[in-house]
């Protein structure tokens, strides 16, 4: 359970204070620097400082309605009696930022943590929903230590495919995107059609519509209580959302005066919450890495095999996609994230606090399922498979995840042999080969895509079926890989592979035509090969050669960690605090 009290904060205690209070020279400057910018001296001096870290740009469409709600929170924060600023941090757009947004996760971690110790802020609120931005902006909130409410993007628009003749069906942002494209490749989408949908799958600013990797990033900080109950299904371009803003933007100055710090919150209860709710999400395979990444921020043991033992008791509720039928707007019709939560209530530490004020026992209290589809009842789960198996073995010593309910199957006990790509490039080619030897049980594997190799660990796991399969009907194959891939993606993909193959890890030995053997049950990874033979292979494997010799890529692969820690940097992990900044 979080810390339940703290002594209140007076106006004395406030860390703005310590800028503008100054009785000396640097005090006058920095009341004279906030008057040039059209403030009062009282502005500064007698209410707190709310940060509202935005994470808007032009090129993150997920984020292209957040100007405005940063005018909703200042309209909330002024309300309560603060003084709000914005500060722009970095804007990772899944889609556009090359060569993956994760190569930046850590640095938007780092941007926000300094951004709030090195200027004269008491609170904050974050502006973020795109995959890597929550986690990021949340991971440097937590390390910095000032009170801070999360307020999600909100998730885009449903859109639905209507065509003459045919029954119209709901079509949502990723998932179906790899799903058309394959058609196409198949022949059964025509360019034309395949034109007509660029325009047609995501119908307004906000985060894709699926249960990808942003709605259940969003999902999962509501679950740990650093977001409003029910913020992280709120729509976007609802009209509930610029109002759940403004209240993101009242709430925090009471948060100030409460000292209600993130880690009060963050206790290893809240974090079982979170990794609960991501498994009755069928919630998204990038969660494990994020999730691990911002408990070891908050000093909380977290690991994977926590999140297997959850994902065994904690069925699939959630009939959304990619392990379901609806979409986001859909969830949020149904109830949302409280009557999920509320459905699982068992499996919950309702005594956690939250940002809200209150526990989570309280925040849940009203909660009420109202559509028994989309939020399923424990009884009729859309997977009673579980949303995330944990393997290991020979292949994956410190682990593996497969996304169970979206996988088919068949592949649950599985032995094929391999065929192996060392690049994308090379993978991209030979998928292309109408004569390249493989067949359905063929496993395909990628490496050198992890978090050093890649470097950044990209989406790549999510590896095409051969062109030739394709043309047979094929629509899913085993895949391995240590890279990650797209929460909004299905299929029987098993990734995050540690050690990954760039640092020498087994992958690194494995040759096509070996024999991969996996089983869900077992929980095992098995490459059906002798040891001696691997030891012989380990003996004349030779380091691949990375091309960075400079630069912030330099920086990550000296510094990241492996998937099963959460690819952090290993000098920003740990919950010790760091010193506040001089001020002379
Ligand atoms: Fe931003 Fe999917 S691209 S949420």
């Known amino acids: 359970m979080g810390e339940p009290t703290a002594p209140a904060k007076s106006l004395a205690d406030l860390r703005s204070r310590r800028w503008f209070a100054d009785a000396g020279m640097r005090g006058f400057a920095h009341r004279q620097r906030i008057q040039q910018m059209g403030l009062r001296r009282q502005d500064v001096l007698d209410k707190p400082i709310i940060a509202i870290v935005n994470t808007w740009s032009d090129l993150s469409p997920c984020h292209a309605h957040l100007r405005e709600r940063a005018e909703s929170v200042k309209r909330g924060v002024l309300m309560a009696g603060g003084t709000p600023m914005e500060l722009p941090a970095m804007s990772l757009g899944e889609v556009m930022v090359k060569p993956t947004t994760m190569l930046y996760r850590n640095f938007l971690a780092m941007e926000v943590e300094e951004l709030l110790r090195s200027l004269p802020v008491d609170g904050a609120v974050l502006l973020a929903g795109c995959d890597k931005t929550t986690p990021g902006t949340v991971m440097g909130a937590i390390s910095m230590g000032v009170p801070t409410i999360f307020c999600p993007a909100g998730p885009m628009l449903n859109d639905r495919l209507v065509r003459a003749g045919e029954p119209s069906r709901q079509i949502g942002a990723g998932t179906h995107t790899r799903m058309f494209w394959d058609e196409m490749q198949a022949g059964r989408v025509s360019a034309d059609a395949w034109i007509d949908l660029e325009a047609r799958m995501t119908r307004s600013p906000g985060t894709c519509n699926t249960m990808g990797t942003a709605s259940t990033m969003t999902a999962i900080v509501e679950a740990l209580g650093l977001a409003l109950p029910g913020s992280s299904s709120i729509p976007a371009m609802d009209a509930a959302h610029p109002r759940m803003a403004t209240r993101c933007g009242e709430r925090i100055v009471q948060m100030v005066w409460d000292d209600l710090r993130p880690q009060r919150i963050l206790s290893r209860g809240?974090?079982?919450?979170?990794?609960?709710?991501?498994?009755?999400?069928?919630?998204?395979?990038?969660?494990?890495?994020?999730?691990?990444?911002?408990?070891?921020?908050?000093?909380?043991a977290l690991t994977l095999d926590d999140m297997d033992a959850v994902s065994r008791r904690v069925p699939v509720l959630a009939n959304l996609f990619p392990s379901g039928a609806g979409l986001m707007e859909d969830f949020y019709y149904a109830g949302g994230l409280p009557a999920l939560m509320q459905r699982i209530a068992a499996q919950l530490s309702l005594d956690e606090l939250s940002v809200a004020g209150g526990t989570l026992g309280q925040a849940l209290a009203q909660a009420e399922v109202r559509d028994a589809e989309v939020i399923r009842p424990l009884d009729r789960p859309v997977s009673a498979n579980g949303t995330l198996a944990v393997l290991r073995g020979n292949l994956a010593p410190d682990g593996?995840?497969?996304?169970?309910?979206?996988?088919?199957?068949?592949?649950?006990?599985?032995?094929?042999?391999?065929?192996?790509?060392?690049?994308?490039?090379?993978?991209?080619?030979?998928?292309?080969?109408?004569?390249?030897?493989?067949?359905?049980?063929?496993?395909?594997?990628?490496?050198?895509?992890?978090p050093v190799g890649a470097p950044g660990m990209p989406e790549w796991g999510n590896l095409p079926i051969p062109k030739k399969l394709l043309a047979q009907g094929v629509r899913d194959m085993l895949r391995l890989s240590d890279a990650r891939m797209s929460g909004t993606h299905y299929g029987s993909c098993v990734l995050h592979i540690s050690p990954e193959s760039a640092v020498g890890g087994p992958l690194a030995l494995l040759r096509s035509g070996d024999e991969i053997a996996i089983d869900l049950e077992a929980r095992s990874l098995s490459l059906?090969?002798?040891?001696?033979?691997?030891?012989?292979?380990?003996?004349?494997?030779?380091?691949?050669?990375?091309?960075?010799?400079?630069?912030?890529?330099?920086?990550?692969?000296?510094?990241?960690?492996?998937?099963?820690?959460?690819?952090?940097?290993?000098?920003?992990?740990?919950?010790?605090?760091?010193?506040?900044?001089?001020?002379?």
């Not at 974090?271 to 908050?298: C, D, E, K, P």
């Not at 691949?544 to 998937?563: D, E, M, W």
């Open 270 to 300: 809240a974090f079982m919450n979170a990794v609960a709710v991501q498994m009755a999400l069928g919630g998204s395979t990038n969660a494990a890495v994020h999730l691990i990444a911002m408990a070891r921020r908050a000093g909380v």
């Open 400 to 450: 593996a995840v497969i996304k169970a309910s979206a996988a088919d199957p068949r592949f649950f006990k599985h032995r094929g042999r391999a065929l192996v790509f060392d690049s994308p490039a090379e993978m991209a080619r030979a998928c292309a080969d109408p004569d390249l030897d493989v067949d359905a049980d063929t496993v395909l594997v990628l490496r050198n895509a992890g």
């Open 528 to 584: 059906c090969v002798a040891d001696a033979e691997l030891e012989q292979r380990r003996a004349a494997w030779v380091a691949p050669v990375q091309p960075y010799s400079r630069g912030y890529t330099r920086l990550y692969q000296q510094h990241v960690t492996q998937a099963h820690e959460g690819c952090d940097f290993d000098f920003l992990q740990g919950d010790g605090p760091s010193p506040e900044p001089a001020i002379f």
